[in-house]
C-alpha cells in the first residue's frame, strides 16, 4: 500500500474545541500529523482531506483512484447519517474504506444509529474516540 486517503466532514474541523465532552481535546491537526508520522514508518503517504461541504467529499473519493489512493479512513460526521452521495462514490470507485465515529452512534439520538457507509465499508470503528483513526490505519497498514 503506497497512498492512504484521510477524509473528515462536516464540523470535525472544529475538533478540540468543539463539544470536547464528546469529541475531545485533540485537534484534526494533531490527529492528521501523529497518523502521518505512523503511515510513513510502513512508508505509506497519507493524504488528508476535510470538507463542510458533501459534494467536495464526492470530489475527492471519485478522484481517489485517479491519484494511486489504495484504501480510505472517513469519518463523514452528520453526512454518515444523509448521504447517499458519498455511498454512490464509493461504491464506483471500488476502493476499500474504514468508517470511524470519534462517539458511539449507537448511544446517542435514533436518527444517527443507521449510517449509509457502514454496510459497505470494510470496517467500522465506533466509540472509541481519536484512537479509533490509528485503529483503522493500523488494520490498513497491516493489511497486506
Known sequence: MKKILLLNGPNLNLLGTREPEKYGNVTLNQIEEKLRVKCADYGVELVCFQSNHEGDLVDKIQEAKNIGIEAVIINPG??????????????????????VHLTNIFSREP??????????????????????????????????
Open 78 to 99: 452528520a453526512y454518515t447519517h444523509t448521504s447517499v452521495a458519498i455511498r454512490d462514490a464509493f461504491l464506483s470507485v471500488q476502493i476499500p474504506f474504514i468508517e
Open 111 to 144: 436518527f444517527r444509529h443507521h449510517s449509509y457507509l457502514s454496510d459497505i465499508a470494510a470496517g467500522c470503528i465506533i466509540g472509541l474516540g481519536a484512537k479509533g483513526y490509528f485503529l483503522a490505519a493500523e488494520t490498513l497498514l497491516n493489511s497486506n
